[in-house]
């Protein structure tokens, strides 16, 4: 017993706490409106205080007083925002009061500056439901379904928290308007969409509606099966629920109609019965009067006149008692409105001593607001420097972590370079020692030299000298494809083609050795064939038979030039290069030497080396002039001309464009 008396002090004691947070909250806002001196501040007051009393239903007439006074500031002011939003407040007290014009009026004015927005905000179509509610409950169907098509069309641009809403509520008053309409088959697809979204969603409140309007469209089209299938599972759903009178009252009437239209009397009797007993609120009445109505039909059916007599008497009285309330509620809101004139003309009065009040605190104000900017301003500026100091920081941050990054990148990358200079200094060597000695040429020439200067480390461009036996000697210049490790990897390969020819497979004549080695490359290379692989070799290639003084050769586009006495003599080969596309066998020639003959074999990069005073090649006939002149000196003064000349041409074109070589012996 102590308890629950401790319970009820504490909840008197919570409720007039309550009660008077709410008084002191009418009195401030009271307060700030008498003191108010712009008409923005009035307008938000009136609005403010017409919310306080909003949320009660009695005090609507009070309500409206404030709104409207507010709407007059607003319309004043010319704002927008402020016009949409107190009409539509107006729209929703006279909608609580029934009085459809004037909501309609109000909700109207509202529309144009939330459509103004479009972003198909909640309380635009918010606006749209309500006209479309009003218009459909007053049988103006087409203007209620346009309302309601706008919804439909902004549902891209809702919220997803309204979403739902908008869509089910748009759809059930469609398929409402289409039954009123006897649209029976649009009332059900409108109807189905929302059944099918609830259904989706697991919204039990919402589905309940639709199994009940669906019965009502399919009993309208006398498919009777799909009506009983609707009311027994909306029945079911409602019995779970524990909260649906009225829905109840609906599903049980309308399976007693399907009965009655069936011809099942007793079973509509039985159907329609526990709706006539049950306790009905004023709300239900007119859910449940077509109830009174069927039970009476179907009693009338069964020839029990008493019973049926009864309901149909029940049906009428329960009719007359909705009218007579509905006189009632109008009666009351005539006096309402008067009683809300009345108000209209002492809030006027009170305006005006209230604008008495306004000049004295216009002063007051103007400091006040001029003081608050100047502390807005300095915190402003306070935050702008903190901003700037924190993003400052930020950025030097990250610019340290980047520096960071690129240094170990740049470690990385000095690491991997040096391992690949290693390397290719590696590769150098190696080819170094494939070349061949000088000990042959000595044999067969006292004097010879031999110009090479690979364009990298290592070369595309390689020399051949091999004795054959005591009296022959090959020499060859061989010019692979590119330069660099690609060409350094073609003349490996042509240092093993020429070792394969001759040493392995006894080959001694030029044009034999050079048909040799065009084969040999196809079998090497034979993949590369179907890939149009056109990588290869030119060459000159050349035998000497210090007896008789007679020099063979051939060659893969490189010719040989001998200079006797000052005279230029080309010795040509064929004009084709050896690669995996060479068809034609190649030719050779011989040519009678004489004593102090130079010949020279040599590769294409001296003379295409730019250069000179207008950076452009040597070309091939300023080489052979080159070798004309120099031909009569010795081979070491040849050498070092060579090295001078060409080194002199690139001072002005600093890089090398290609591998250069050039192998020249004197007769003996």
């Known amino acids: 017993m102590s308890t629950r008396l401790v319970i009820i002090i504490i909840f008197f004691f919570l409720r007039s706490i309550s009660s008077y947070a709410q008084i002191k909250t009418l009195d401030s806002l009271q307060l700030v409106l008498k003191n108010a001196k712009a008409d923005t501040a009035i307008c938000d007051a009136y609005y403010r205080i017409g919310n306080y009393y909003f949320t009660d239903t009695q005090l609507i007439d009070k309500t409206i007083i404030y709104y409207k006074n507010a709407l007059k500031v607003a319309t004043k002011l010319k704002s927008e925002k402020r016009i949409g939003r107190i009409n539509r407040k107006l729209a929703q007290c006279y909608r609580n009061l029934k009085q459809d014009q004037e909501c309609l ?29 009003i218009y459909g409950e007053n049988g103006v169907y087409t203007y209620s379904n346009i309302y309601l098509y706008k919804i439909l069309g902004n549902l891209n641009k809702v919220d997803k928290s309204f979403f739902g809403f908008a869509f089910t509520s748009s759809n059930n008053q469609l398929a409402l308007n289409n039954i009123e309409q006897h649209q029976i088959d649009s009332a059900i697809y409108y109807q189905t969409k929302n059944y099918i979204y609830n259904k989706a969603n697991k919204d039990s409140n919402n589905l309940l509606f639709d199994y009940c309007n669906l019965a ?93 007599y009864y309901y149909i008497t029940k049906y009428h009285f329960i009719l007359d008692d909705v009218y007579s309330r509905d006189n009632m ?11 809300i004139d009345n108000r209209e003309n002492k809030i006027a009065l009170l305006n005006k001593d209230n604008e008495i009040n306004d000049a004295k605190l216009k002063q007051q104000r103007i400091l006040f607001y001029g003081i608050g900017i100047v502390l807005l301003l300095m915190i402003a500026l306070a935050l702008f420097i903190y901003k700037n100091l924190k993003a400052k920081q930020t950025a030097n941050l990250l610019l340290q972590l980047k520096n960071d990054e690129i240094n170990k990148a740049h470690s990385l990358l000095e690491r991997k370079n040096e391992l690949i200079h290693d390397s290719i200094i590696y590769a150098q060597h190696i080819q170094e020692l494939l070349m061949p000695g000088d000990a042959d040429l000595i044999e067969f020439s006292q004097e ?33 494809t590119g330069h660099g490790v690609p060409g350094a990897m073609m003349s ?24 040799c080695i065009k084969h040999r490359i196809k079998e090497k290379l034979k993949l590369a064939i179907a890939k149009e692989f056109h990588e290869g070799m030119d060459l000159s290639l050349c035998k000497l038979n210090i007896v008789t003084n007679v020099l063979t050769y051939s060659g893969a586009r490189n010719s040989i030039i001998v200079v006797r006495n000052n005279e230029v003599i080309e010795l040509t080969v064929d004009r084709q290069s050896i690669n995996v596309n060479t068809i034609n066998d190649f030719t050779q020639s011989t040519f009678a030497m004489q004593p102090n003959d130079m010949v020279y074999l040599f590769s294409d990069g001296f003379a295409d080396q730019k250069g000179g005073p207008n950076n452009k090649k040597v070309y091939y006939s300023k080489f052979k002039t080159i070798l004309q002149h120099i031909a009569s000196m010795p081979c070491d003064a040849q050498h070092e001309h060579v090295t001078v000349f060409i080194n002199e041409w690139m001072y002005n074109q600093t890089l090398q464009i290609d591998d250069m070589m050039v192998i020249g012996f004197r007769i003996k």
């Not at 509620?329 to 009683?339: A, D, I, V, W």
């Open 105 to 133: 009026k109000y909700y109207l004015k509202a529309l144009p500056y939330y459509e103004s927005l479009n972003d198909g905000n909640s309380e635009m179509c918010n606006i749209y439901y309500s006209l479309a509610k």
């Open 216 to 308: 009502k469209c399919y009993l309208l089209k006398k498919d009777y099966y799909t009506c009983e299938q609707f009311c027994k599972e909306g029945l079911y759903l409602a019995k779970k629920l524990k909260d649906s009178t009225f829905v109840d009252v609906e599903l049980y009437t309308y399976l007693g109609g399907m009965y009655n239209k069936q011809g099942k009397y007793k079973q509509a009797v039985k159907t329609l019965y526990p709706v006539t007993i049950a306790p009905i609120n004023y709300a239900d009445y007119l859910e449940c009067v077509e109830a009174f109505k069927e039970i009476s039909y179907s009693y009338s059916k069964l020839k029990q006149y008493d019973s049926a």
């Open 329 to 339: 509620q109008k009666f009351n809101q005539l006096g309402s409105n008067y009683e």
């Open 448 to 480: 010879y030299f031999i110009f090479y200067q690979p364009k990298d480390f290592v070369s595309g461009d390689i020399y051949w000298i091999n004795k054959i036996d005591n009296n022959n000697i090959i020499v060859s210049a061989v010019d692979c």
């Open 492 to 515: 490996i390969l042509a240092y093993d083609l020429l070792e394969y020819a001759v040493n392995e497979q006894k080959i001694t004549e030029p044009a034999a050795i050079l048909n």
